[in-house]
């Protein structure tokens, strides 16, 4: 049974930053790329960075040179370091393989962006 969890939200100022971890449960960690989505209220689920198995990351246009996205194998965990927050940014963030799977959603983490 697959367990993503998700945790590291919060309420933060716009501007503040903040780390989002998700650890790993019932895959090969360290042989699947991973992703990390966001959703905002009445908005589609959208990929926010990616990581390969190997180290390689992509990132949205919105959050390039703000976000960065790490993995540590050892601890089959994945970050995302989320720097200059945008009050548009408020919304669950959730992390999962890349390409997504349906059925491996976890509950997601909130992150609110307000002063």
């Known amino acids: 049974q697959v367990q993503l969890v998700e945790s590291g939200g919060g309420l933060v100022q716009p501007g503040g930053s903040l780390r989002l971890s998700c650890a790993a449960s019932?895959?090969?960690?360290?042989?699947?790329?991973m992703g990390w989505y966001r959703q905002a209220p009445g908005m589609q689920r959208e990929l926010v960075a990616r990581i390969t198995s190997g180290g390689s990351t992509y990132y949205g246009d919105s959050v390039k040179g703000r976000f960065t996205i790490s993995r540590d194998n050892a601890k089959n965990t994945v970050y995302l370091q989320m720097n200059g927050l945008k009050p548009e940014e408020t919304a669950v963030y959730y992390c999962?393989?890349?390409?997504?799977?349906?059925?491996?959603w976890g509950q997601g983490t909130q992150v609110t962006v307000s002063s």
């Open positions: 019932g895959i090969i960690f360290s042989l699947n790329a």
């Open positions: 999962n393989v890349w390409p997504m799977r349906g059925s491996f």
